[in-house]
């Protein structure tokens, strides 16, 4: 008859004496489940509660329960009824202006608003005051301005020829966010400045923005959604408090996902690492277990005792690294604060936390099951055999935990993803990679099995260590495959986001972008430029903004109001966009696909566009597009298809018309000026602002600088949580040394036996890494390449530009370090003493 089984109290008991309190052994465990749980505490903390904040505070964000913009033009009499028939309206302009006070002068992003704003919230200013719309006269100012001006609260400038006065700094604006991006620090003034001003004529490029607080009961999209067939060709963007600023709504989702699935492969990489330890761990209490049994333990029993171990060591290293994600959190709020929304000081994330933790406990259940099995069901004599008869695989008496654990871990990364097909290619990349390296491991062995017997003994004797029995072959491939990949895919992030900073902010711009040339003045205009800069370079274009409405072939177009979905690459369906014309292909320009219309043409309206943005919509020549330009629907035959080089940082449209399609509306020029090298700019930009002051001048430089910092942060960013997984595969290799350094004792010391010298041991063990370390790099050098052009080409749409010298030598620096550990992981073979180590063997 069967013993009872030893009860879990007991179990526990037998556990704990024999568990050390620092975790001897299993601190290979902890830190591999305290770098992967923490990465993903963090990141989940911080993303959730950047999206609590723009879920919550969307209205306050927004300024409203709904907003309605639309572009050079104001609301007509039917558009605004229909609006305050549902709600309380607040309205006014946004638009791009110069400032100017005494010799200096300012961009800045100019918003004009009515009497009763801000409809929700407040403008707090910097000397604790708490207002709303200034009065006639006066002005509210952001920091940046008043420093770039250099006045003070009481002092005047001007802006558009007029004259204003400082009224106040501001320290909070309560929908920053909710305006989007700006190319200068906000002005606020009262809502008629705009027109007396003379800013709003009749082709001005201005936006008029109403903001709109519902009447209690009616749903914000609901109204949305009749206002878009009320009025389907008024050219107006909508946004509600549901999603107060997309922009960062995606931005925050697209990275939050990329941080998850750093975290996934931190814990996949740390995976290998929980294995190897929990083996090397085992294989140490190998005499204990084996004495366990023949005291009459059973296969139960051993497994309870030592599981409850593992999983003591895994919950220490689970919940050390939820409590350094927590800690970290408010660091990574105050470096994002300015950004994002996001409430300093400390954030608990229930569910975040739970996944964090449920992450790391799977992830430690499926690696550490087939050790715990191997010592659950080899009889003693097997274990006390194990130094010269090793113990065979034992996935086949482990695949109900291993297998329950994967599809626990897939289910639960696939229901909290954002883009479930991502995710999904991930997951399915790590099942791939994880095999094709245990296919790998098990060639090398094969084939260093098969391989002729070189005459050096050293290298015999190296090769026969690939195969022997008990060799780590198998381990050490899979450990130094992705701690190598880690590597790779480091270096080939940094240099493709380093590259595309270079390419998508060039490094020589137009001097000079400025907006709202009036027609009739160009003549003026250019020779202002010449008498301060005769050698410019001046480029002019119509400058219009319309939204496209419908698009596809005649009779059966697309409507974009009927879409519920944007798909991918067709930004430009989402609100209004430059629109221009012009008799030539446009400078940086090149046709790919029909004909462009001669000059003078005035037959069909017609239309060239992107072919990338085609591509995207599926449009062919001789498809039609329709656009709303000034609350109007004008419909144009596509007539070309063009290359676009975005990175000139020229004037670049996705839609250039025919003239007769557009030329004959309201519209003002936009010009660029390149100076000659070395010619001062702070005269000219003086002497537009003040001939020109409805105009916008805008000096490129500070732009370029603003964006490099912008994509420079975002680039350490990623890098920041990428360097994660790294950390992960330097642990791992330095686990998987351990371990093949413990089931080397034996070889190594009746080596020495025999006569062997150290420095041939030595020798012995570098040529076994080298030999392994060569063949995984140009594996690793596949792998991760592959890895990280998914990340930057397919999840941050970027271009893929690796600087593979830089690749090729960082890869040789994780090839230094690799046999640098097997190194420092061979000296203390060296020192054993044959006579000891024989007795304790």
Not at 281 to 290: M, P, V
Not at 351 to 366: D, E, I, N, P, S
Not at 646 to 653: I, K, R, T, V
């Amino acid at each position: 008859m069967p013993a009872a089984p030893l009860p879990w109290s007991t179990a526990w008991r037998i556990a704990r004496r024999d568990l050390s309190a620092r975790f001897r052994g299993l601190r290979l465990l902890l830190a591999c489940l305290f770098l992967g749980v923490g990465a993903i505490a963090a990141i989940g903390t911080l993303t959730g509660a950047i999206e609590r904040e723009l879920a919550t505070r969307g209205r306050a964000i927004l300024g409203g329960d709904i907003e309605v913009a639309v572009w050079q033009r104001g609301l007509n009499d039917a558009e605004t009824k229909a609006l305050t028939g549902i709600g309380t309206l607040s309205g006014g302009t946004r638009m791009q202006a110069m400032a100017e006070a005494g010799e200096n002068a300012a961009p800045v992003e100019l918003k004009a608003v009515a009497a009763n704003w801000p409809l929700v919230g407040h403008l707090n200013l910097a000397d604790g005051r708490s207002v709303g719309a200034p009065p006639e006269g006066v002005a509210w100012l952001a920091e940046g301005a008043a420093e770039r001006l250099g006045v003070a609260r009481g002092q005047h400038f001007t802006l558009g020829g007029q004259m204003l006065t400082v009224g106040g700094i501001i320290a909070d604006e309560p929908d920053r966010l909710g305006e989007g991006f700006a190319l200068g620090p906000t002005v606020i003034v009262g809502e008629s400045f705009p027109a007396r001003a003379g800013l709003t004529a009749p082709g001005s490029m201005y936006r008029s923005k109403v903001r709109l607080v519902l009447r209690p009961g009616l749903d914000p999209q609901a109204a949305v959604d009749r206002l878009k067939a009320k009025f389907p060709a008024a050219g107006f963007e909508f946004k509600t408090r549901d999603n107060a600023a997309p922009g960062a709504d995606r931005f925050v989702s697209r990275m939050g996902e990329f941080l998850v699935l750093v975290g996934l492969a931190a814990l996949a990489i740390a995976g290998i690492g929980i294995g190897g330890g929990v083996s090397s761990y085992l294989e140490a209490r190998r005499t204990s277990i084996a004495t366990l049994k023949v005291l009459g333990a059973s296969s139960g029993d051993i497994a309870r005792i030592y599981l409850l171990q593992v999983t003591a060591a895994a919950l220490a290293g689970s919940l050390a690294g939820l409590a350094a994600g927590v800690l970290v959190t408010p660091l990574l709020a105050r470096a994002l604060g300015s950004l994002l929304p996001v409430t300093p000081g400390f954030v608990l994330d229930a569910g975040a936390l739970t996944r964090a933790m449920a992450y790391g406990l799977l992830v430690a259940m499926v690696f550490a099951a087939p050790p715990l099995a191997a010592a659950r069901h080899f009889p003693a004599m097997a274990l006390m055999r194990a130094r010269i008869a090793p113990l065979a695989g034992t996935l086949r008496t482990a695949w109900l935990p291993v297998g329950l654990g994967l599809a626990l871990i897939a289910l639960l990364a696939l229901l909290s993803a954002a883009q479930v097909m991502v995710t999904a290619t991930f997951l399915g990349g790590t099942a791939v990679l994880l095999g094709v390296l245990a296919l790998l491991g098990r060639a090398i062995r094969g084939l260093s099995a098969r391989l002729p017997r070189p005459r050096d003994p050293m290298l015999r004797a190296a090769l026969a260590n690939l195969h022997r029995p008990g060799a780590q072959t198998g381990a050490l491939v899979t450990a130094l495959g992705f701690g190598l990949s880690a590597f790779v895919l480091l270096a080939a992030i940094q240099t493709s986001l380093d590259a595309n900073i270079m390419a998508r902010v060039p490094q020589r711009a137009p001097d000079y972008f400025v907006m709202d040339v009036p027609r009739d003045r160009l003549a003026e205009f250019t020779a202002a430029v010449n008498q301060t800069a005769p050698q410019a370079r001046i480029r002019t274009v119509p400058a219009l903004r319309g939204a496209i409405l419908a698009y596809g072939p005649a009779g059966a177009m697309t409507r974009v109001a009927d879409m519920k979905d944007i798909p991918d690459g067709s930004w430009a369906l989402r609100g209004e966009r430059g629109l221009t014309y012009s008799d030539t292909v446009p400078e940086g320009n090149s046709l790919t696909a029909g004909h462009w219309w001669p000059r003078g043409y005035s037959g069909e309206p017609l239309v060239s566009v992107d072919e990338k943005l085609a591509e995207a919509l599926g449009l062919k020549l001789g498809d039609e597009l329709t656009i709303g330009l000034l609350g109007l629907e004008r419909t144009a035959r596509i007539a070309s298809l063009r290359r676009i080089d975005w990175d000139s940082m020229g004037f670049n449209y996705v839609l250039v018309f025919s003239p007769n399609a557009i030329a004959d509306a309201p519209h003002n020029l936009a010009a660029t000026i390149n100076l000659p090298k070395g010619t001062p700019t702070g005269g000219l930009l003086r002497k537009l602002v003040r001939a020109f002051p409805s105009s916008s001048v805008i000096e490129t430089g500070g732009l370029l600088r603003d964006a490099r910092a912008l994509l420079s942060q975002m680039s350490m960013a990623i890098l920041a949580a990428a360097s994660v997984a790294v950390l992960a595969g330097i642990a791992v290799l330095l686990g998987a040394i351990a371990a093949a350094r413990a089931s080397r004792l034996y070889d190594n010391v009746i080596l020495r036996v025999l006569g062997a010298s150290r420095g041939q041991l030595l020798l012995l063990q570098m040529a076994e890494y080298a030999a392994l370390a060569l063949v995984l790099a140009l594996v690793s050098l596949v792998l991760g390449s592959g890895i990280a052009w998914l990340v930057i080409v397919k999840l941050f749409a970027f271009d893929w530009l690796p600087d593979w010298p830089r690749v090729l030598a960082v890869l040789g620096t994780g090839l230094a370090l690799v046999l640098g550990f097997a190194l420092a992981g061979s000296l203390p073979l060296l020192r054993a003493r044959p006579a000891q180590a024989l007795r304790e063997l």
